[in-house]
Protein backbone atom coordinates (compact mmCIF):
# COMPACT_ATOMS: atom_id res chain seq x y z
CA UNK A 1 0.00 0.00 0.00
CA UNK A 2 1.26 3.33 -0.68
CA UNK A 3 1.88 5.37 1.55
CA UNK A 4 0.55 9.28 1.43
CA UNK A 5 3.35 12.04 2.03
CA UNK A 6 2.92 15.58 2.69
CA UNK A 7 3.74 18.41 1.40
CA UNK A 8 5.55 21.41 3.70
CA UNK A 9 2.87 24.43 4.40
CA UNK A 10 3.61 27.98 4.28
CA UNK A 11 5.46 28.21 7.80
CA UNK A 12 8.18 25.52 7.57
CA UNK A 13 8.72 26.98 3.97
CA UNK A 14 9.30 30.23 5.08
CA UNK A 15 12.08 29.25 7.75
CA UNK A 16 14.23 27.04 4.92
CA UNK A 17 17.25 28.50 3.37
CA UNK A 18 16.45 30.94 -0.17
CA UNK A 19 16.79 28.35 -3.09
CA UNK A 20 19.83 29.38 -5.33
CA UNK A 21 18.43 31.30 -8.17
CA UNK A 22 19.66 31.94 -12.04
CA UNK A 23 21.11 35.66 -12.08
CA UNK A 24 20.43 38.21 -14.85
CA UNK A 25 24.03 36.69 -16.03
CA UNK A 26 22.04 33.39 -17.29
CA UNK A 27 19.28 34.55 -18.67
CA UNK A 28 18.68 35.69 -22.16
CA UNK A 29 15.80 37.74 -23.29
CA UNK A 30 14.84 36.67 -26.56
CA UNK A 31 13.04 39.15 -28.69
CA UNK A 32 13.48 38.54 -32.21
CA UNK A 33 13.49 35.40 -34.69
CA UNK A 34 17.80 35.47 -34.98
CA UNK A 35 18.30 35.35 -31.33
CA UNK A 36 14.98 33.01 -31.12
CA UNK A 37 17.02 30.54 -33.98
CA UNK A 38 20.48 30.73 -31.44
CA UNK A 39 18.86 29.53 -28.54
CA UNK A 40 16.77 26.93 -30.22
CA UNK A 41 20.55 25.57 -30.97
CA UNK A 42 21.55 25.78 -27.66
CA UNK A 43 18.74 24.25 -26.21
CA UNK A 44 19.18 21.33 -28.29
CA UNK A 45 21.89 20.08 -27.02
CA UNK A 46 19.95 19.17 -23.98
CA UNK A 47 17.43 16.27 -24.23
CA UNK A 48 14.82 17.89 -21.49
CA UNK A 49 14.09 21.65 -20.72
CA UNK A 50 12.23 23.01 -17.46
CA UNK A 51 8.67 25.08 -19.00
CA UNK A 52 6.51 27.84 -17.95
CA UNK A 53 4.30 30.57 -20.30
CA UNK A 54 3.40 33.71 -18.58
CA UNK A 55 0.08 35.53 -19.95
CA UNK A 56 -0.94 39.39 -19.28
CA UNK A 57 -2.98 39.21 -15.99
CA UNK A 58 -7.16 39.66 -17.05
CA UNK A 59 -8.52 41.34 -13.95
CA UNK A 60 -12.54 41.01 -14.72
CA UNK A 61 -15.01 38.07 -15.26
CA UNK A 62 -15.19 36.87 -18.67
CA UNK A 63 -12.02 38.58 -19.63
CA UNK A 64 -10.31 36.94 -22.13
CA UNK A 65 -6.57 36.75 -22.48
CA UNK A 66 -4.46 36.82 -26.01
CA UNK A 67 -1.49 35.45 -23.54
CA UNK A 68 0.56 33.56 -23.25
CA UNK A 69 2.96 36.81 -23.91
CA UNK A 70 6.20 34.73 -23.07
CA UNK A 71 7.64 31.40 -23.05
CA UNK A 72 10.27 30.36 -20.69
CA UNK A 73 12.36 27.08 -21.22
CA UNK A 74 15.59 26.36 -18.93
CA UNK A 75 18.43 23.61 -18.98
CA UNK A 76 20.07 23.19 -15.93
CA UNK A 77 22.31 25.85 -17.02
CA UNK A 78 20.69 28.81 -18.57
CA UNK A 79 16.82 30.00 -18.81
CA UNK A 80 15.67 31.79 -22.09
CA UNK A 81 12.69 34.08 -22.03
CA UNK A 82 11.13 34.53 -25.60
CA UNK A 83 8.85 37.37 -25.95
CA UNK A 84 6.03 36.54 -28.31
CA UNK A 85 5.04 39.26 -29.94
CA UNK A 86 7.58 39.21 -33.01
CA UNK A 87 6.18 36.79 -35.44
CA UNK A 88 9.72 35.19 -36.23
CA UNK A 89 9.90 34.56 -32.43
CA UNK A 90 6.69 32.97 -31.83
CA UNK A 91 7.66 30.70 -35.20
CA UNK A 92 10.38 29.48 -33.54
CA UNK A 93 9.25 28.76 -30.35
CA UNK A 94 6.33 26.88 -31.82
CA UNK A 95 8.58 24.42 -33.05
CA UNK A 96 10.03 23.95 -30.12
CA UNK A 97 7.13 23.11 -28.31
CA UNK A 98 6.05 20.86 -30.78
CA UNK A 99 8.53 18.95 -31.38
CA UNK A 100 8.24 15.96 -29.36
CA UNK A 101 11.91 14.89 -29.23
CA UNK A 102 12.67 17.59 -26.11
CA UNK A 103 10.74 16.62 -22.65
CA UNK A 104 9.29 20.08 -21.27
CA UNK A 105 8.88 19.85 -17.80
CA UNK A 106 6.74 22.36 -15.38
CA UNK A 107 4.04 22.56 -13.09
CA UNK A 108 0.15 23.21 -13.71
CA UNK A 109 0.78 23.50 -17.36
CA UNK A 110 -2.82 22.59 -18.38
CA UNK A 111 -3.68 26.02 -19.03
CA UNK A 112 -0.53 26.90 -20.50
CA UNK A 113 -1.03 24.15 -22.84
CA UNK A 114 -4.31 25.30 -23.46
CA UNK A 115 -3.15 28.70 -24.30
CA UNK A 116 -0.41 27.65 -26.76
CA UNK A 117 -2.88 25.45 -28.69
CA UNK A 118 -5.01 28.56 -29.41
CA UNK A 119 -1.96 31.38 -29.99
CA UNK A 120 0.84 29.02 -31.41
CA UNK A 121 -2.02 27.10 -33.47
CA UNK A 122 0.68 24.27 -32.35
CA UNK A 123 -0.33 20.77 -30.17
CA UNK A 124 2.67 21.06 -27.12
CA UNK A 125 4.44 17.81 -27.80
CA UNK A 126 6.60 15.95 -24.89
CA UNK A 127 5.02 18.02 -21.99
CA UNK A 128 5.77 16.72 -18.30
CA UNK A 129 3.66 18.02 -15.92
CA UNK A 130 5.54 17.38 -12.50
CA UNK A 131 2.93 17.51 -10.47
CA UNK A 132 1.61 13.86 -11.82
CA UNK A 133 4.97 12.61 -10.82
CA UNK A 134 4.60 13.75 -7.13
CA UNK A 135 1.40 12.10 -7.25
CA UNK A 136 2.64 8.89 -8.18
CA UNK A 137 4.82 9.14 -5.29
CA UNK A 138 2.05 9.63 -2.95
CA UNK A 139 1.99 13.64 -2.57
CA UNK A 140 -1.61 13.48 -2.64
CA UNK A 141 -1.82 17.56 -3.23
CA UNK A 142 -0.64 19.64 -6.55
CA UNK A 143 3.14 20.04 -5.69
CA UNK A 144 3.84 23.69 -7.23
CA UNK A 145 6.89 24.92 -7.36
CA UNK A 146 7.75 25.83 -3.78
CA UNK A 147 6.65 22.49 -2.23
CA UNK A 148 8.82 20.49 -5.02
CA UNK A 149 11.83 22.66 -4.34
CA UNK A 150 11.33 22.56 -0.40
CA UNK A 151 10.39 18.66 -0.73
CA UNK A 152 14.05 17.87 -2.89
CA UNK A 153 15.94 20.45 -1.72
CA UNK A 154 14.93 21.38 1.46
CA UNK A 155 15.18 24.90 0.42
CA UNK A 156 12.77 27.98 -0.23
CA UNK A 157 11.57 28.84 -3.56
CA UNK A 158 10.92 32.97 -3.95
CA UNK A 159 8.30 34.03 -6.23
CA UNK A 160 7.42 37.71 -6.30
CA UNK A 161 3.58 38.50 -6.25
CA UNK A 162 4.69 41.81 -8.15
CA UNK A 163 5.92 40.30 -10.63
CA UNK A 164 3.73 37.40 -10.82
CA UNK A 165 1.00 39.79 -11.53
CA UNK A 166 2.58 42.40 -13.60
CA UNK A 167 2.31 43.28 -17.23
CA UNK A 168 3.79 40.38 -19.02
CA UNK A 169 2.90 41.79 -22.89
CA UNK A 170 4.92 44.96 -21.92
CA UNK A 171 7.64 45.19 -25.14
CA UNK A 172 10.28 46.27 -22.54
CA UNK A 173 10.36 43.55 -19.09
CA UNK A 174 12.26 44.26 -16.09
CA UNK A 175 14.94 42.72 -14.78
CA UNK A 176 12.05 41.51 -11.80
CA UNK A 177 9.94 40.17 -14.47
CA UNK A 178 12.91 37.88 -16.27
CA UNK A 179 13.98 36.51 -13.06
CA UNK A 180 10.96 35.59 -11.91
CA UNK A 181 9.86 34.29 -15.24
CA UNK A 182 13.67 32.67 -15.99
CA UNK A 183 13.45 30.76 -12.64
CA UNK A 184 9.69 29.18 -13.19
CA UNK A 185 11.61 27.22 -15.68
CA UNK A 186 14.35 26.90 -14.16
CA UNK A 187 13.74 25.31 -11.01
CA UNK A 188 11.34 22.85 -12.87
CA UNK A 189 14.35 21.76 -14.48
CA UNK A 190 16.13 21.45 -11.11
CA UNK A 191 13.03 19.25 -9.90
CA UNK A 192 12.70 17.23 -13.46
CA UNK A 193 16.53 16.30 -13.02
CA UNK A 194 16.03 15.04 -9.34
CA UNK A 195 12.96 12.96 -10.20
CA UNK A 196 14.66 11.59 -13.17
CA UNK A 197 17.93 10.24 -11.11
Known amino acids: MQTTRTTPDKEAIALLPAFDRLGPDRITLVTHKAQAVEASAALRDHSAWGFDTES???FFKDQLSDGPHIVQLSTLQRAWV???????CLEVVAGLLADGAFVKA??????DTRRIRSKLAVEP???????AIFRERGYRKDMGVKGAVAVLFN?????SKKAATSNWANPRLSEAQLIYAANDA???????????D
Open 82 to 88: FQLHEPG
Open 186 to 196: YAAARVFAVLK
Open 125 to 131: AGVLELN
Open 106 to 111: GFGLGD
Open 56 to 58: KPT
Open 155 to 159: QRFIK
